[in-house]
Structures are given as structure tokens and as C-alpha cells.
């Protein structure tokens, strides 16, 4: 039955496959008609049926050089598919910076990925979140509390001794494989980032070890939140660093959020924003 089931699965998925691109193809015929050839880039050759381009990047050559090479082939500016996805490639400084500064806006949202939703609070880490309001107004927040001039020249002389002391103490305790995972699985290549109908089947186990990961982390920041609130609660308003005198970034983060971050939080909780970009 097993067996049956994945064989209609995949039937289905082929058929779903060729309707999406006889529907694409007659959606581009429309576009041809009325702004004429030429109006989109070329897609590369050797494209799958459901996987696209996939199984190019599976091979032996590097990413960055087969891309070159492909570009060799197809020109500076070209389109591939990653699943579902269609890339836009470009290989030359004058485009790049078509992209990236002169029209950085278009292209400055994030694809979504199961790494970010496990285990960035469900893209309220705003390191890897999609572009929009929410990000805008939680970078805002951090910049200030954080990364700011005034506040950089403020911390400069117990930056190194607080970096050096939370590492060991990280390291020591909990953080030293966590780390060195969700590093691996932020880089890891998830197959249903790309096919999004293959995540029930959970290839390579990504979904599982991640929301492992996303536990054991939250544990530890999840604790140091709670204390800052308890501490917020019992003191001052704004508790400060014991031997500076200055505000502490997660309780400061944690008072800017419940104080102007408004829209409802953008469907997030107050915690999980402050968490997820503490995390950052």
C-alpha cells in the first residue's frame, strides 16, 4: 500500500508538473504577444521535469564554476531552476550592481527555508527574514541599542573582556555544538526548500535535527529572557550592567519592542522577536 501510495504521489506530481507548464508556457506566449521576444532572460538548458537545474549542482564541479561555465554558455545574464524556484544568475560588475544598489529594494527579501522557520522563531529573526516593515522596524531597534556610534564608543572598553568571558562560558557549557550545528544546517541544502510538496517525506532528516537544534537553543536564551523579565519586574525599569551602569541590549531590546513595535507584532510574540534577534 506504501508503495501504491508514493506511486500516485509521483503520477500526480508529474501531471501537476505538466499543467504548471502548459500553463507557463501559454502565460509566456501572452507576454511574447504583448511586449514582444526578448523581455525575459534565457532560461539554461538541461532542466529536469519537478527538479529543474538540481541535479547540475549535484555533480562534482563546484557551484561557482559551473555557474561560469554556464554563463560561457548562455551569456552574462540567465535563469535556472531550483525545484520550484526559478533563479536569476548575472556575471559581470554592471549587473551585479543593477541588483544589488541600484535596485536593491527588488531584490532584497529572502527566500524562505525550513532552517530560518525552525529555527529563526519563524522568520522573526530579522537577519533572515523577508524584507518589508518588520524588518525595517526591528533593525531600527537594534542599530540603536546595539550598533550605533554613541553606543559603540559607550561599550568600547568592555566589549573584549564581556566577548571573551561569554565565549569561554558559552563554550564551556552548551553552545559549542549547537553552534557548530545550526551553522551546518543554516548551509545545509534541504530538498523541499526547493520542492516544497517533498517536506512531509523529511528527506536527509533535516526537519527532525532541526527543531532538535531550535529546542536546545531556545532553552538557554529562552532562560537568560526570563531572568532579564524577572529582573525587570522586581528593579528598575531598564536594568543596566552592574559594572558599567549601562543598559543591558536584551532588556533594552526587550523595552523599544514592547514599547513601538506595534501592527500587532506582525504576528509574532514580543519574545520570540526579542529572542530571534538577539539570536542574530
Request: proline share 4%; charged share 25%; hydrophobic share 45%.
Amino acid at each position: 500500500m506504501d508503495l501504491l501510495l508514493l506511486l500516485v504521489i509521483f503520477v500526480a506530481s508529474i501531471l501537476c508538473f505538466l499543467i504548471f507548464r502548459c500553463l507557463e508556457a501559454i502565460r509566456n506566449g501572452v507576454k511574447r504577444v504583448n511586449y514582444g521576444l526578448g523581455n525575459k532572460p534565457p532560461e539554461a538548458t538541461g532542466s529536469w521535469p519537478i527538479i529543474g537545474h538540481l541535479h547540475l549542482l549535484a555533480g562534482s564541479q563546484v557551484p561557482h564554476k559551473l555557474l561560469g561555465s554556464m554563463a560561457d554558455k548562455f551569456g552574462s545574464i540567465f535563469t535556472i531552476k531550483l525545484g520550484v524556484h526559478r533563479v536569476l544568475v548575472v556575471s559581470n560588475s554592471e549587473m551585479a550592481k543593477e541588483c544589488l544598489a541600484t535596485n536593491d529594494r527588488v531584490f532584497a527579501s529572502r527566500q524562505k527555508a525550513m532552517a530560518i522557520e525552525l529555527m529563526g522563531y519563524n522568520y522573526a529573526n530579522f537577519g533572515l527574514g523577508p524584507y518589508g516593515p518588520y524588518w525595517h522596524q526591528i533593525r531600527r531597534i537594534v542599530v540603536l541599542e546595539l550598533a550605533s556610534r554613541h553606543r559603540l564608543q559607550m561599550l568600547e572598553h568592555i566589549r573584549v573582556s564581556e566577548v571573551k568571558s561569554s565565549i569561554i562560558d558559552i563554550y564551556r557549557t552548551w553552545f559549542q555544538k549547537a553552534i557548530r550545528r545550526i551553522v551546518d544546517l543554516f548551509g545545509a541544502f534541504v530538498p523541499s526548500d526547493a520542492i516544497p510538496w517533498l517536506r512531509w517525506l523529511d528527506l536527509g532528516g533535516y526537519e527532525k535535527k532541526m527543531k532538535k537544534t531550535a529546542i536546545e537553543m531556545d532553552v538557554v536564551i529562552n532562560g537568560w529572557l526570563e531572568d532579564h523579565k524577572k529582573k525587570k519586574n522586581s528593579t528598575s525599569p531598564l536594568q543596566v550592567d552592574e559594572s558599567s551602569n549601562r543598559p543591558v541590549f536584551m532588556a533594552a531590546v526587550l523595552s523599544r519592542v514592547k514599547e513601538e513595535v506595534k501592527e500587532e507584532l506582525y504576528g509574532f510574540s514580543t519574545d520570540d522577536i526579542v529572542k530571534a534577534s538577539c539570536l542574530v
